[in-house]
């Protein structure tokens, strides 16, 4: 037993999330064509608009739909399948917290390559100023509310279907996952209506933005993805969490360095034990990065799956030298 | 003579032609080419889901439909209620309701999911109301069959209106989807009727676009029918002729034939199509103790169809934009970046002074 974690925990991490990242990516942009569903309620974004491929579909689409009834609607039985919906995607959600967008989400995957070319092409990658950060962290929860209340106005027949659904008219997911597949439907203007040109010329806007900032930025969009703002509600009931032990962090910043979201708190927090952050994609590249015995640690139903050690810092740092 | 006869169509045009029927091939054969004198302009009955008056066009609320139709009606807290209504005439947009017909009997039989392949007869329409109604309390394809009999001189004339309503909701579980969409869509018993063929991968939320192909399949007693004339009627009234193969089948290719000025587009506009088949066939035998020396045969089905995408979405604008944003924020990126670079500057210090 004791063997068996001390090789996780010396594991050489980045090339273990690469392919495990891959696999993901793989399975929910083609899944589809091996017949695999897992449902509408998953908490990444598993793009609905690829429609051969997908092995599932982002929850935010459907919760939209359903938002999008007409308001006597969603006080009858009808109404009931929100909450269903909601419960299924908890029950997805609590099983790997956060660690969907670290690991799993394609979107999150393909930032990830983004950054990979960019250090392939020694530019040098951009920071944000604490000041800047701030800011940037309140713009998922304001992403979040509107991808909620507009649904709820176009029911009530305060604006045009058009706008629906209204976040993935403008998430790049839509845009791109299903280019993979061949599909490049969605890299078009729809001029049916104003709102549906406005809606599609942000789409294709934002959709540039991404592969622009994921390009500079590590983790671009995962700064404001309301998917984010959605786990971080539920993020207590997680079974799986990342934890702190301050006493035995020395307060190196090692962990802040290699953080992709710049999560200061992860150097400076030692009196919090949860320290998940709303965030933090749960990569866990700060564990892998952490030189202090047990300082940072990765529990699944509170049994420790993946620590910080001195061995593992060692040879994850000694990677291709030799010893 | 049940009420439901009322809802019997009005003369239909006669015959100059006759057509032979043969069973033992497995495939019914209407010969006789293409006799002038059968031209389709008798009354037709066919089964809509929105009234005359009420025309159809822009999209409404409610769910699944002939072919994704709306209007869907019903408490909601129940089953979804489709009504559809008996029309006579065969433009979409102009034709009325159905006469009543004394001399006609009508048969209507509803054959639901999960139900028993030879249908059932649907409950007569409510008293003052002139649509039929039945509930759909199971994911998958209802097809309401509406035949009316009756003799026209020696010559029996059945008509057959057909309505294909789909019932598919986000509940249902993947069993009950792939049972309903594997189960037959065919009447066995049904003397004439016309199949829309499924597209290659279609799917449940499939919209059949302008522009596209379209085949449909006569069937006469559940196997193909042979040189069956078929018409295409278009929302607008244009109408296309062809006359069936082997396999019973016919394809014809939407045409566009929505022209609104652009502040008046819908892309969601809900164009409503006509498909009439006739054959006819030298058969003998008595209806209502009347001798009849002649068959003729119409089916009828009615469906959807929405502008193309290609009408309304641009590549060009959206790729031209995409690259335009891709370059403007490079470029920003790239100013920003030099503009905080600070060029060395090597700093002397004159220790004389």
């Avoid at chain 1, 049916?192 to 500079?216: E, I």
Wanted: with cysteine.
């Amino acid at each position: 037993m004791r063997s068996i974690r001390d090789a996780v925990n010396q594991v050489h991490f980045n090339r273990f999330r690469f392919w495990f990242q891959l696999a993901a990516f793989v399975l929910f942009v083609y899944g589809g064509y091996l017949a695999i569903d897992l449902g509408s309620r998953l908490p990444f974004f598993s793009c609905g608009y690829n429609q051969e491929g997908r092995a599932g579909v982002c929850y935010l689409l459907p919760l939209q739909h359903q938002l999008g009834r007409p308001w006597p609607m969603l006080f009858t039985a009808a109404g009931l399948s929100i909450l269903t919906g909601l419960g299924i995607f908890v029950l997805w959600f609590i099983f790997l917290n956060k660690g969907w967008c670290g690991f799993v989400c394609p979107l999150g995957t393909l930032q990830d390559w983004l950054t990979a070319l960019r250090r392939g092409l020694g530019i040098r990658y951009a920071k944000y100023s604490h000041g800047q950060f701030k800011q940037m962290t309140k713009v998922k929860y304001v992403l979040l509310a509107l991808t909620l209340l507009i649904p709820l106005g176009i029911g009530g027949g305060l604006w045009s279907h058009d706008l629906s659904p209204p976040f993935c008219l403008i998430c790049p997911a839509r845009m791109i996952l299903p280019a993979f597949t061949g599909d490049f439907s969605q890299f078009t203007i729809d001029f049916s209506s104003k709102t549906a040109v406005v809606m599609t010329a942000l789409g294709m806007m934002v959709t540039a933005l991404f592969v622009v900032g994921s390009f500079v930025k590590k983790r671009f969009f995962c700064f404001i993805c309301p998917m984010s703002a959605l786990h971080y509600l539920f993020s207590k009931l997680a079974l799986f969490r990342l934890k702190k032990d301050g006493d035995k962090c020395t307060r190196c910043g090692d962990c802040y360095r290699v953080c992709d979201l710049e999560i200061k708190e992860i150097a400076d927090e030692v009196g919090k034990r949860d320290i998940m952050t709303d965030d933090c994609t749960l990569c866990l590249k700060c564990v892998a990065s952490c030189p202090e015995e047990g300082a940072l640690k990765a529990t699944f139903a509170g049994i420790t799956i993946f620590e910080s050690t001195e061995a593992g810092f060692v040879r994850r740092m000694n990677k291709g030298h030799q010893p | 003579m049940s009420r439901l006869g009322l809802y019997a169509a009005a003369l239909m045009a006669l015959l100059s032609t006759t057509v032979h029927c043969q069973d033992s091939g497995g495939t019914h054969r209407a010969e006789g080419g293409r006799p002038t004198g059968m031209a389709m302009r008798g009354n037709v009955l066919w089964l809509a889901d929105s009234p005359p008056a009420r025309g159809d066009g822009p999209p409404r609320s409610g769910m699944g439909g002939m072919g994704g139709m709306g209007g869907m009606g019903g408490d909601r807290s129940g089953p979804p209620v489709k009504r559809l209504w008996l029309r006579a005439g065969a433009d979409p947009q102009k034709s009325g309701f159905a006469r009543e017909d004394t001399e006609a009997t009508v048969d209507m039989t509803l054959v639901t999911p999960q139900g028993k392949p030879e249908g059932e007869p649907l409950p007569p329409a409510e008293e003052g109301k002139k649509n039929l109604s039945f509930e759909m309390p199971t994911q998958g394809y209802y097809r309401l069959y509406h035949t009316t009999r009756k003799l026209q001189g020696d010559t029996l004339a059945i008509a057959v209106a057909k309505a294909e309503v789909t019932n598919f909701s986000h509940g249902a579980t993947e069993e009950e989807r792939s049972v309903a969409l594997t189960a037959p869509r065919v009447l066995e018993a049904a003397p004439i009727e016309i199949v829309r063929e499924k597209n290659p991968g279609e799917k449940l939320s499939f919209q059949l676009k302008s522009g596209e192909e379209q085949a449909f399949v006569v069937l006469q007693k559940g196997l193909p029918l042979l040189g069956a004339r078929v018409r295409f009627v278009s929302h607008d009234g244009w109408t296309k002729e062809a006359v069936s193969d082997e396999q019973g089948r016919v394809s014809f290719q939407i045409v566009r034939d929505y022209f609104p000025s652009w502040d008046d587009f819908q892309k969601r506009f809900k164009a409503t199509y006509l498909v009439i088949a006739e054959a006819s066939a030298a058969e003998s035998g008595r209806f209502k103790d009347q001798p009849y020396t002649n068959v003729r045969y119409q089916a009828t089905l009615g469906g959807t169809y929405y502008p193309s995408p290609d009408d309304y979405r641009s590549y060009a604008w959206g790729l031209g934009l995409g690259f335009a944003f891709l370059l403007f924020c490079g470029t920003a990126v790239y100013l920003y970046r030099r503009r905080r670079v600070k060029p060395f500057q090597e700093v002397r210090f004159d220790e004389k002074h």
